[in-house]
């Protein structure tokens, strides 16, 4: 569970490398665990136990998460968020135990990552931002710093460079990638005008330096080169460029990570697919394209785990292209039954997004997580059987105090009786 509750492994069942046991008699606690990770969850676990400090009460726990990949990708190209925030948003993935921050580090609208070979790409393309906003980027300092901190709280960094759309912030910064043609930064939010040049030899120095550098500053093993609304590319040549593009990870020593699109090309053997467009029955034939290749696949369901999506029709800031998306839609539902033929087994974790058009601040960007993220982190952790809205509901109302106290920007959504 998240947010605690008693809960107890089935028999058979073994703590594994991230599970922990907690028992706490008369406020004293014991902990077991095979590994860091389980002592790591152990700890947070006593921490929600002992909210505002006080005395954990009694209780007996044995957990352990269903999924290895649970995650929450931030959108730092359409807005820039600085270390102090990404550092912050690491805190709430750590309080309940999700275990990978996705950065989502370029754009259209923005390049965030300083890289040494290619230095106009931060110093050109991090000045802009959606709707004009101030820009920025991360040096590499700054970026280890983000790492360092992650590793700190058991979460890994899993960097996203979008390609082959979604580019145009470096073809901006470097015109000789777009044949010479040069052109203004953009800051609106339509999707899927860019494209790198599939079959030009400077694409790929482009990418291989910058996924070196990229690889160089990330110790963990996924590379995620994002794939999706290549609307300006052919087919063909979208397949030309995934032929060339996967060998430059995998020469980094690191497993491709891409969104649904890419599983309509080859993929090499360990690649990760992340199913994401709930609005047509395509992203169901990708998600099975990528099982018959062997491919897992992290489910983010734009219906589901969206949590840029409004709440409701009230929601003052967030898209709605998916749909609203309350709590019980981030929580009522089933990753091994979303998508037919797609089991257990196929999937290696779920991960919420927070995509950035309409979120300028940390606060909205918080109002938009919670409550929502705690249902995401709930379906990633706990087996389906043990699941359960009404009492979910209950928990998660509980947690405003720890908002409240922290400071902690919320939705005071109408489906939880909040205190
Ligand atoms: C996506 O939402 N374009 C992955």
Redesign the pocket.
Known sequence: MIIPAPAALGPGEELGPEGYRLEVRGGRARIDAEGDAGRFYAEQTLRALSLGGGTPPDVTIADRPRFAWRGAMLDVARHFFGVDDVCRVVDHLAAYKLNVLHLHLSDDQGWRLAIDRWPRLAEHGGRSAVGGDPGGFYTQDDYRRIVRYAAERNITVVPEIDTPG?THAALCAYPELASGRRSEPYTGVE?GFSSLDAHADLTYRFLGDVLAEVAALTPGEFLHI?G??AHSTSMEDYLAFMARVQPLVAVQGKRLVG??EIASAPLRTGSVV?Y??TMSERGHDLARAAVAQGARLIM?P?DRV?LDMKYDASTPLGLDWAGHVEVRDSYDWDPATLVDAVGEDAILGVEA?V?TETLRTLRDVEAMLFPRLCAVAEVAWTPQARRDWEDFRARVAAQAARWETAGVAYTRSPQIDWP
């Open positions: 979604h999707v994002g999706d609304e969104w649904e992340q994401w467009n983010s734009g969206y997004t995509w």
